[in-house]
Every structure is written in structure tokens, then in C-alpha cells.
């Protein structure tokens, strides 16, 4: 009997032992997590300063690039209004005036409406001859607008303008009449 007693003494005095081991594991373990979530915290701050600089650094490199093009402009993205030899349409104006009436249709509405003017585009043309950032300086609108952009991006690629002996890009002002007959 004594020894049953005794076993059962040391058996609540093990588990008292063993409860107070499980208390402190379970504390560790709390304090592990916590110092877990405190390094996760400390890592999505970086991460989020890490991203800031990141696009601060973009746009710094980006405005730098501005910066180069305004002193020294590539010669795809500089244009000119007016150039030593100035670009050409094939075969001349009078190609480009046949090309235009040709392909030119007069929108019904501005029919119906009796509009008739000059619509007035601006576009560049490349170093490669290609006609781009096409757009109305000034309308009559009823479609015709729409209709002068529409044409004036059909043309085939131009003779490009030259500059000291080199193709170069040059603004372009074009007039497009609209007459009812």
C-alpha cells in the first residue's frame, strides 16, 4: 500500500513536472511566434521600402533619359518643322493631290448637312518614310475629320526629309478641302 502511494506521489509530482515542462514549451513557443511575426512585420516593411526605392529609381532613370533626349535627341524621336530638303510625297504634289480626291469619301452627314471646308492635319513624316502621330490642327467636323486623318494615314511611305545629307523626321501641315459640287 505504501508503495502504491508512494507511486502515486511520484507519479503527480512527474506530471506536475511534466505540466510545468508543457508550460514553459508552450510559452517558448509563444514567444517563438511572436518574434516570428515581429521579423515577418519587419520584412514586408523592407520589402515595401525596397519596392518604393525601386520605382523612385525608375523614375529618376526615366526623367534622366528625358533629360539626354532634350540634349541629344535620337534621330527616330527629333523632328524639325522645316529641313534642308523637305519630304516628298511619290511622285510629287500632284500625285498627292490624286491620291487624296482618289481615296478621299465624303461622309454622307456632311453631305446632308451641306459642310464644306478645308480640314487642316499635321503628321510626321519618318526617317523611314512613314507617316505617324496624325491629327486634326483644324476641323469642320460632320466626319470629315475623321475622314482627312483616314486618307492621310493611307499613303504610302514618303521620300523622308533630309538634313545635312541625312533622312530625318519633319512636321508636315497638310490641307484637305471638302467641296460639294
Sequence with gaps: MKTTILFILSLSMMSCGVKKELVK????????R???????????ILEKDNIRLFKKGNENEKKIRQLEEKI????????LNFAEV?????GGNREMMLFIVRNIKYPEIAIE??????VYVEFFVNID???????????????????????????????????????????????????LQ
Design 34 to 44: 511572436n518574434k516570428i511575426t515581429k521579423l515577418e512585420n519587419e520584412i514586408l
Design 72 to 79: 541629344n535627341p535620337s534621330p527616330k524621336t527629333a523632328s
Design 25 to 32: 514549451s508552450q510559452e517558448k513557443n509563444t514567444e517563438l
Design 129 to 179: 518614310g512613314s507617316i505617324s502621330e496624325t491629327k486634326v490642327l483644324r476641323g469642320i467636323g460632320y466626319g470629315c475629320d475623321k475622314e482627312a486623318i483616314r486618307v492621310v494615314n493611307l499613303m504610302p511611305n514618303w521620300k523622308p526629309g533630309q538634313q545635312k545629307g541625312k533622312p530625318v523626321r519633319v512636321k508636315f501641315r497638310l490641307p484637305v478641302s471638302f467641296r
Design 113 to 118: 448637312n451641306n459642310v464644306q471646308g478645308k
Design 86 to 90: 523637305k519630304p516628298e510625297f511619290p
